[in-house]
C-alpha cells in the first residue's frame, strides 16, 4: 500500500527509482499491479542471491520484469553507478546493543534506525521509508529534516510484537530506550508507519510538513 499510494504515486515515468534490499519482491510487484499505470523502471538492490533469485522470479511470474529490475548486488555500490531521484526502502529496524540476536539481519543498530538515518542521508530528492514506533523515532525524523526533508505523507499501522522482535534481549533493550522516550509502545503493539519525505523547495513549503503531526501519535503509545 505504501510503495502504491505514496511512492508510485509520487514519481514521473522519467524518473529512475532505486529500492533498498528487495526480498521476494513482492511489496513492489503487488504495487506495479494495482497501480497498473507506472510507465518508469524502479530498481532494486539485494544482497542475498536467493532473496534476489526469489524477487527476479517473482517478477516474471508477475509479468512486471520490464518495471522491475531486480540486481543480486549491494545497493550502495550500485548508487555509485546510479542517479536515482527517489528511494524506497523498508529498513531493518530491530533495535538492539549488538546483532547478536536472533535473526542479526533485521538489526538496524543500536537505537534501531541507524540503517535508517544512513538512507536518509544520501541527498536523494524523494525517500519512501518504513519507520518503527520503538526505534527511536523522534530522533529519526528529526534527522529527515536536517536532511531537508519535510514529510509528506504518511500511513499507520499497528504491529503486534512477533518472534524478533519479542526477544528478551530485544524487549529488554527497548524497554529500556522507552524510559529514555527513545521508544514508544504498549504490551500488546507498536506501530509502523510508511512515510513520504520530499525535499522541501519552494512548491513544497515547510507549513506542509506532517513530522509533528506524525510523532504526536507515535509518542503517544505508553
Same mark, same amino acid.
Given at each position: 500500500? @505504501? ?7 509520487? @514519481?514521473?515515468?522519467?524518473? /529512475? ?6 526480498? =521476494?519482491?513482492?511489496?513492489?510487484? !503487488? ?18 542471491? *536467493? ?10 511470474? !508477475? ?9 543480486? *548486488? ?6 555509485? /553507478?546510479?542517479?536515482? *531521484? ?11 546493543? $549488538?546483532? =547478536? ?5 533485521? !538489526?538496524?543498530?543500536? =537505537? ?20 518503527? *514506533? ?8 528529526? !534527522? ?8 509528506? =505523507? ?23 530506550? +522507552?524510559?529514555?522516550? +527513545? ?15 520530499? +525535499?522541501? /523547495?519552494?512548491?513544497? +513549503?515547510? /507549513?506542509?510538513?506532517?513530522? $509533528? ?10
Amino acid at each position: 500500500m @505504501c510503495v502504491s499510494k505514496m511512492a508510485l504515486k509520487e @514519481c514521473r515515468d522519467d524518473e /529512475q527509482v532505486i529500492e533498498f534490499g528487495t526480498g =521476494d519482491g513482492s511489496p513492489v510487484i !503487488h504495487a506495479l499491479e494495482s497501480w497498473g499505470r507506472y510507465g518508469g523502471v524502479i530498481h532494486g538492490f539485494e544482497i542475498n542471491p *536467493s532473496a534476489a533469485a526469489a524477487a527476479r522470479n517473482n517478477a516474471a511470474a !508477475h509479468g512486471v520484469t520490464n518495471s522491475y529490475k531486480v540486481q543480486n *548486488s549491494c545497493f550502495f555500490k550500485g548508487l555509485e /553507478q546510479a542517479s536515482p *531521484s527517489m528511494l524506497i526502502a523498508n529498513p531493518p529496524y530491530i533495535a538492539a546493543p $549488538d546483532d =547478536d540476536i536472533l535473526m542479526p539481519a533485521l !538489526h538496524g543498530g543500536i =537505537d534501531g534506525a541507524v540503517l535508517t538515518r544512513t538512507l536518509m542521508s544520501l541527498g536523494l530528492d524523494k525517500a519512501m521509508l518504513l519507520i518503527s *514506533s520503538y526505534s527511536n523515532p523522534v530522533e529519526t525524523l528529526e !534527522h529527515a529534516r536536517s536532511e531537508g526533508y519535510i514529510l509528506r =505523507d504518511f500511513m499507520l499501522t499497528s504491529m503486534p510484537f512477533g518472534t524478533y522482535s519479542s526477544e528478551p534481549k530485544v524487549m529488554d533493550w527497548i524497554t529500556r530506550m +522507552k524510559r529514555e522516550s +527513545k521508544a514508544f509502545f504498549t504490551s500488546k503493539t507498536y506501530l509502523l508507519a510508511g512515510v513520504l519525505l520530499v +525535499k522541501a /523547495q519552494a512548491a513544497v +513549503k515547510r /507549513q506542509d510538513d506532517l513530522t $509533528d503531526e506524525l510523532l504526536s501519535i507515535m509518542t503517544a503509545l505508553h
